[in-house]
């Protein structure tokens, strides 16, 4: 090989290596319109076909009858075009076609056309010439479509009707990293919009802020001469050219700037926006107007301490999939404002958009609502390819394409490069080009697996300005984690699969107590839920039961002609604290308790007054005109005061209020002695002083109750009776979760409701009459149970006395901790309370702790009632009833990727004992007028017959006392159960014969 030669293959070679180090320009020179006269929504209705493959063919065929017309935007599953799959698209191509005009007084200018977002590569077409290709899913795209267009025919300006096309496909080389742990839907998703812009036109723009109030503009312009000129302008400040030079890529670049005096800074709590106004003339007549709102914020690291102007602050946070249940990937504007408004409800300050950017007007809503958000360049799965240098302007292509869009966004603090990827060469290399060329005043970082990330042990490349492990131990939290020399986020942690949430409190609680720890994200906000088709569902299922283990949430009440419900992908998309609808879960309100951003510490009571400690853990805002404490005073069911005040208190300090009542306040209960059949004094009243928070907005994000006085009631009644117990068994499990079905594999007993004689636990039983002194008859049983369960190897997470209640019952109320179920680890949602559910609402079902009283009827009244010394007491709903168990030991219900660390009964731990009293209530006859309930009560063991039958005929009747009777509502005004589902997971019904052992049916009739 000559000399000559040789230097002809090495150019040859760099102009390869330089041309794939270039990556496609997702917006083709033209910086996206703002101008609503020189932009028009394409979106409609628009025809397609899809068919099975990737087809060959360069363009889209005719139209014929084998195509079908589809919403624009809209996917294809929502709408019947082809099957839902998960993890992975199926191989598709689908063809578009719809026609437009362009507006005449458009004549004269560049025609551009925006598609912000079609699943997942296309070519497109314009009057059947080829217009451009674009091939990455979830981030916009611009193309010049001006010389494809037909003028319009005979004498004038401007053009007729156009003919547009696209044709769509699922697979290619690299669509790999627009797949996602959710469904891969396909088709236009996002907007389509047809824009006008002169031949010297804006191309990009660039915001900086700082703090002291300079802002600087950086606007590059095609096309530009020296008669060309930018001006910008925004409230109280007029900005001065700095400079004019030409950038390597032809264009012209602008560098303006300004200064306000005491500029209103952007925070999440403080979300202040500035417009500015950009104008483009030639020769002194405008060509162009742009319009931006930006913040005046800075973002610093100092050392391992994330700071926002110049304070620590504190991520608040959930990981968010765009998802809607009858939509699939369609958010619109209404969508996006009901979930913001739920996580202002939940203290929620930061979003991660995992793992794709989301569409435009999540941005604008994020800036000006106020939220944090790291945002995500998209390349999900697609691991393979990361060591594959030819992909690396794959991935330059998408970072530009995010970072172009969304830069001048004040509520996005940090650029996410992937999810859970390898960190290879050109991994690194992006971050790289990221913080050299794209944007310099944003720290980037890697989301890892937290073994992964662990195994660097801090040697972590350079490039990453924050570390981003993911699902964290408490314990590694508390080690591990506090010696990082960045700041960490922990981008995915403490994941919700099902009704999971294990541990969140201390978790956070770590999190808010170590500076270098600027907080996380949980995963996930919402499940993601695919559309049932009617066709696809018997509608009659909303008024049927369903038993088992549900993949599916079926609706209560279905629509006709709509879809019916939504379904998961197995356990996988059931992670959200929401369901897809947006009904929440019992998880979201755990984070609400532990995200809350004010509250009462300590309270300690006078006569008259109330000493409190109020925190604050804003990070910005003074509490005082910012958050209101609204407060109730009750006594019993009543409420006799009430009040409001707004609390002077610094940002992350507390304060000290004295809160003054205009009534006297119980200091001390009333006691009385628990046999005692009378009493000349009434028992004290139920006496508690409620919290409920509001932001300046109006969001309630607490809910807070203290105890000033708790009633120890005498309960009196005659006669024996166990007419509303059908069966009495020990209880050795539950319905397992969908975390247990993962975690503890194996070792799952199906039929937890054993005989009180069996070989896998002992139990000893023994009962006490309760009777007044000097009375004969029994006015109530107590009973106290021990168990001691066998060695074996499988997993015990309830132990206690189970009883199978007559199905007529279907209210409960109770005295104690509520509303919702509780577990080890998750219970920091509940207060103490006097609580009263239908056994169809969707929160009733779990064990329920620290509950002093249970009163469970029919709608009549009839019933039993349950008390004891802070019970635990599993409600759970079965064909033939409610079981109620008392239980005297509760575990964890686990993460999803460990087991818990509240465990069930283990070899070598002791037996488990508890107490509780047992009464039947009667209720009132028809025509009978009394000022209680009447009650009779039950005097076994366990509350099973005894000689003399069930009692049905001619009861005794006492009276509660008064003050004991107003704990609870009549049984006709519980209220009606909040029952959004016919079906759904986790709290599913189950038939009573296939978790007790033997089974119901060999079990002898009582």
């Not at 397609?48 to 017309?69: C, F, S, Y």
Request: proline share 8%; net charge neutral.
């Amino acid at each position: 090989m000559t000399r000559k030669t040789l230097v002809a293959v090495v150019a040859f070679v760099m102009s390869v290596v330089g041309a794939q180090s270039q990556p496609q320009d997702a917006f083709n020179g033209i910086l996206p319109v703002t101008d609503p006269q020189m932009k028009m929504s394409l979106n409609g209705e628009w025809q397609l076909k899809v068919v099975e493959g990737i087809a060959d063919e360069p363009g889209v065929p005719a139209i014929d009858d084998t195509w079908g017309h589809i919403p624009v935007p809209g996917c294809w599953e929502a709408y019947g075009f082809c099957e839902p799959s998960y993890d992975k698209a199926r191989p598709l191509t689908g063809y578009y076609r719809t026609t437009f005009t362009v507006p005449e007084s458009w004549t004269g200018q560049r025609i551009a056309l925006r598609l912000d977002g079609v699943l997942y590569g296309y070519d497109l077409f314009v009057n059947g010439k080829a217009a451009g290709s674009w091939r990455s899913g979830y981030n916009t795209a611009l193309f010049d479509i001006t010389d494809l267009l037909i003028p319009r025919k005979g004498k004038g300006n401007g053009w007729g009707e156009q003919e547009l096309a696209l044709r769509v496909i699922s697979i290619f080389p690299g669509s790999d990293f627009d797949y996602n742990d959710d469904w891969a839907p396909s088709g236009i998703f996002r907007d389509v919009t047809l824009m006008a812009v002169p031949k010297t036109h804006l191309t990009d723009l660039t915001i900086h802020t700082k703090n002291n109030g300079e802002v600087t503009v950086e606007v590059e312009v095609a096309h530009a001469d020296k008669n060309t000129s930018v001006a910008c302008r925004t409230e109280r400040a007029e900005f001065s050219a700095m400079s004019r030079s030409h950038t390597a890529a032809g264009t012209t670049r602008y560098i303006l700037s300004a200064k306000l005096q005491t500029p209103r800074l952007w925070t999440a709590e403080t979300p202040c926006l500035y417009t500015l106004h950009t104008t483009l003339t030639q020769k002194g007549k405008p060509l162009q107007t742009f319009e931006h709102r930006f913040g005046f914020r800075e973002l610093t690291i100092d050392g391992n301490i994330l700071k926002l102007n110049g304070q620590p602050i504190k991520l608040r946070g959930v990981t968010s999939h765009s998802t809607d249940p009858t939509t699939v990937k369609v958010i619109d504007e209404t969508s996006i404002l009901r979930d913001m408004r739920l996580m202002k409800e939940a203290s929620v300050n930061y979003i991660r958009t995992s793992h794709y950017p989301r569409e435009p007007r999540f941005y604008e809503l994020a800036d000006s609502l106020g939220f944090y958000i790291i945002d995500e360049v998209p390349f999900g799965y697609g691991d393979k390819n990361l060591s594959d240098s030819t992909f690396y302007p794959v991935l330059q292509q998408r970072a530009q394409a995010t970072i172009r869009r969304d830069k001048n966004h004040p509520s996005v603090l940090i650029w996410s490069l992937g999810n859970e990827n390898p960190l290879t060469d050109i991994c690194i290399r992006l971050g790289d080009y990221v913080k050299r060329e794209l944007d310099t005043s944003r720290p980037i970082c890697y989301p890892q697996v937290g073994s992964y990330f662990r195994r660097f042990n801090y040697r972590f490349p350079q490039v990453a300005d924050i570390y981003a492990p993911h699902y964290p131990t408490t314990s590694q939290m508390a080690d591990f984690y506090q010696r990082a020399d960045r700041p960490v986020v922990f981008t995915e942690y403490c994941h919700a699969l099902g009704i999971s949430l294990e541990d969140h409190h201390r978790q956070w609680e770590i999190i808010e107590r170590t500076p270098g720890i600027a907080g996380g994200s949980v995963w996930e906000w919402v499940d993601q839920g695919m559309p049932i088709l009617p066709t696809d569902v018997d509608t009659s299922v909303g008024q049927a039961p369903r038993y088992g283990y549900e993949e599916r949430v079926i609706y209560a009440s279905p629509q006709s002609g709509q879809p019916s419900g939504f379904q998961m992908y197995g356990n996988k998309g059931t992670d959200g604290l929401l369901y897809a609808n947006r009904t929440p879960l019992p998880s979201y309100y755990e984070l609400q308790h532990n995200y809350a951003q004010a509250f009462v510490s300590t309270l300690s009571c006078d006569s008259s007054t109330a000493q409190l400690t109020i925190a604050n853990r804003y990070d910005f805002l003074n509490l005082k005109d910012n958050v209101t404490f609204h407060w109730a005073l009750t006594s019993n069911r009543d409420t006799i005061a009430r009040g409001a005040f707004s609390p002077y208190c610094l940002p992350r300090s507390t304060a000290p209020y004295r809160l003054s009542i205009p009534t006297p306040l119980p200091l001390s209960p009333l006691l009385s002695a628990p046999n005692a059949a009378t009493s000349s004094c009434p028992p004290p009243p139920l006496t508690l002083l409620h919290f409920d928070l509001t932001d300046a907005q109006g969001h309630t994000f607490l809910h807070q109750s203290f105890v000033l006085a708790k009633p120890q009631p005498v309960w009196a009644g005659q006669d024996s009776a166990a007419a509303m117990v059908r069966e009495t068994t020990i209880r050795t499990g539950r319905k397992p979760t969908m975390g247990e079905r993962l975690t503890q594999k194996g070792r799952l007993l199906p039929r937890y409701l054993l005989p009180i004689a069996n070989s896998q636990v002992k139990a000893d039983i023994q009962r006490r009459p309760l009777k007044p002194q000097g009375a004969r008859e029994a006015v109530g049983t107590e009973v106290t149970f021990t168990l001691t369960p066998d060695t074996a190897d499988v997993f015990r997470p309830e132990l206690g006395l189970a009883y199978l209640l007559d199905p007529a019952i279907d209210r409960v109320q109770w005295m104690g901790y509520g509303p919702f179920a509780s577990y080890p680890a998750r219970h920091q949602a509940n207060r103490y309370g006097l609580w009263a559910k239908h056994k169809d609402d969707l929160y009733f079902e779990g064990n329920h702790s620290g509950i002093d009283a249970a009163y469970l009827s029919d709608k009549n009244g009839r019933g039993i009632l349950i008390t004891g010394d802070s019970l635990s007491l599993n409600f759970e709903q079965t064909d033939r009833g409610i079981v109620v168990t008392v239980n005297a030991a509760v575990s964890g219900q686990g993460p999803k990727f460990a087991k818990t660390h509240f465990p069930g009964w283990q070899k070598g731990d002791p037996p488990v004992t508890a107490t509780f009293r047992a009464y039947y209530i009667e209720g009132l006859r028809v025509g009978e007028q009394s000022s209680g309930i009447g009650l009779r009560v039950g005097a076994t063991a366990g509350m099973g017959p005894t000689k003399g039958g069930s009692g049905d005929s001619n009861p005794k009747t006492g009276a509660l006392p008064e003050a004991i009777h107003r704990l609870f509502l009549p049984a006709a005004d519980v209220p009606a159960p909040f029952r959004p589902f016919a079906t759904q997971y986790d709290t599913y019904l189950m038939k009573y014969e296939d978790i007790v052992d033997p089974p119901a049916a060999m079990v002898p009739s009582r």
